[in-house]
């Protein structure tokens, strides 16, 4: 089992940063790969980034390339979501997930935080 708990969502304008974090605990996090998703009112829920607790690849979807930044703190079992430039188009309830293999397919992921919400006014 493995829980996770996200937290650093908020309002802010276009042009500005947030950075989120996810607390993870349980057994074997380092066998597992961790997943950013969000989810905007109305539509399904999409990938964002994903890496490991080891460094090495880290995936991110076109739409945040350059802007944001995947990163992690294994001392204290967190990754971070730095987000810098946010648009409107930003403003989602973000996720942090857990699965046994890097991918960006949501359905690969087994374990779920309970989302942070982002908002991003123009």
């Known amino acids: 089992q493995v829980q996770l708990v996200e937290s650093g969502g908020g309002l802010v304008q276009a042009g500005g940063s947030l950075r989120l974090s996810c607390a993870a605990s349980?057994?074997?996090?380092?066998?597992?790969?961790m997943g950013w998703f969000r989810q905007a009112p109305g539509k399904e829920r999409e990938f964002v980034a994903a890496g490991s607790w080891s460094g090495g690849t880290i995936y991110y979807a076109d739409s945040v390339k350059g802007r944001f930044t995947y990163s992690r703190d294994n001392a204290k079992t967190t990754v971070y979501l730095q987000m810098n430039s946010l648009k409107p188009e930003d403003t989602a309830v973000y996720y942090c997930?857990?699965?046994?293999?890097?991918?960006?397919?949501?359905?690969?992921?087994?374990?779920w935080g309970q989302g942070t919400q982002v908002t991003v006014s123009s």
């Open positions: 997930a857990a699965a046994t293999y890097i991918t960006r397919a949501t359905s690969a992921y087994n374990y």
């Open positions: 349980g057994r074997a996090l380092s066998m597992y790969f």
